[in-house]
């Protein structure tokens, strides 16, 4: 087994702080990596509080890791030692279901592994990231351009490819009407991300404040959702809606600014269901539909597409020791856009 340190909950109840434990040793086709950035997702908040399900304790959360390789597996053939390595939400699955064979293991229907809060194939518990080092399968770690802000690059293996993949699947570019719903650690990828696929991309927003970072975003319009002059001006403007807010709200408003045939993205995963008109879906033939993450090569393709046109994540770089007030700061809002673990601090 190998050392390792990290910050771990040992309970739903008790807070972050450091931990002694051991990552299993390097198999044939793994690699390890020295962790040098992790970034601070809003899943992280709710998993080690036990806000969507029973978690497994103790537990070391992260899932937007980037860093270097340090060892290589005997038959590991894709990385190198000293090549920069990332991983995202998963490090294993099946590889034989249909969802795996499609380039989807984010939705492996028989054994998938979660970055951390799972067991791994050999019934043991997986950590995340908020670590020195993590052991995990090649096929698993993303190559990382040598080109970008490394602490940048961390939130794209959630943030980033969260809010990419449904772009890319609803073939999101030039001619349409983008609006992203809220401009948080998820919005403002979306909003980057559309920018570059060429669509004209507007953010709705609560907070008025926020217009002029949207702007600068590549946001060509800002509408504040709580006017209902903006949003009855914004009747069926949009082809898609992106909506990235984590916390509960009502969706049946910005329902109403979908042209016919528009498609409504989930991504933000608010805890409580909601409760959508049945007329306004029926009256314009919308559409509803969720996201979440991306596969293997999806993944890659998002990381590659990100090196070649500068796109990183705008970031706050934290000491881990600060990790419980970057936690309240997130759950405010209050962070432009994403914290992100100096992993040397700790």
């Not at 702080?17 to 020295?34: K, N, S």
């Not at 590889?95 to 799972?118: A, H, I, L």
Request: hydrophobic residues 40%; proline residues 4%; glycine residues 12%.
């Amino acid at each position: 087994m190998i050392a390792a340190k990290g910050y771990a909950a040992q309970t739903a109840e008790s807070p972050l702080a450091p931990w002694q434990f051991e990552r299993r040793d390097i198999g044939a086709h793994d690699v390890q990596i020295e962790i040098l950035y992790c970034g601070v997702c809003h899943t992280d908040i709710h998993l080690t509080r036990n806000e969507w399900f029973e978690g497994i304790f103790p537990m070391v959360p992260g899932h937007e890791i980037v860093g270097r390789i340090s060892a290589v597996g005997a038959h590991a053939r894709k990385f190198g030692i000293g090549d920069l390595g990332g991983v995202g939400v998963m490090v294993d699955s099946c590889r034989e279901c249909q969802d795996c064979k499609n380039g989807q293991e984010q939705f492996c229907s028989v054994s998938p592994v979660q970055t951390y809060n799972n067991l791994g194939h050999d019934g043991l518990p997986v950590y995340g990231g908020y670590s020195n080092t993590i052991v995990v399968n090649e096929d698993f770690v993303h190559h990382i351009s040598e080109k970008l802000d490394l602490a940048g690059v961390a939130p794209l293996l959630c943030a980033g490819i969260t809010t990419y993949s449904p772009l890319k699947r609803w073939n999101v570019g030039k001619g349409h009407k983008l609006a992203v719903v809220g401009l948080g650690g998820l919005g403002h990828m979306g909003v980057k991300f559309g920018n570059a696929l060429g669509a004209e991309v507007t953010v709705l927003s609560t907070s008025p404040g926020k217009e002029e970072a949207a702007r600068k975003l590549g946001a060509l319009h800002f509408i504040i959702s709580k006017d209902e002059a903006q949003m009855k001006a914004a009747f069926k403007t949009f082809d898609f809606v992106l909506d990235t807010v984590s916390g509960n709200s009502d969706v049946n408003p910005y329902l109403s600014v979908l042209k016919t045939n528009g498609i409504y993205v989930n991504v933000g995963m608010p805890a409580k269901p909601w409760e959508v008109s049945s007329f306004s879906l029926a009256m314009g033939n919308k559409v509803i539909a969720g996201s979440g993450a991306g596969g293997l090569p999806e993944t890659q393709e998002m990381l590659d597409f990100c090196a070649e046109h500068g796109i990183v994540s705008d970031i706050e770089l934290i000491d881990i020791k600060d990790i419980h007030t970057a936690y309240d700061r997130m759950q405010r809002g209050d962070v432009r856009y994403r914290f992100v673990i100096d992993m040397k601090t700790l």
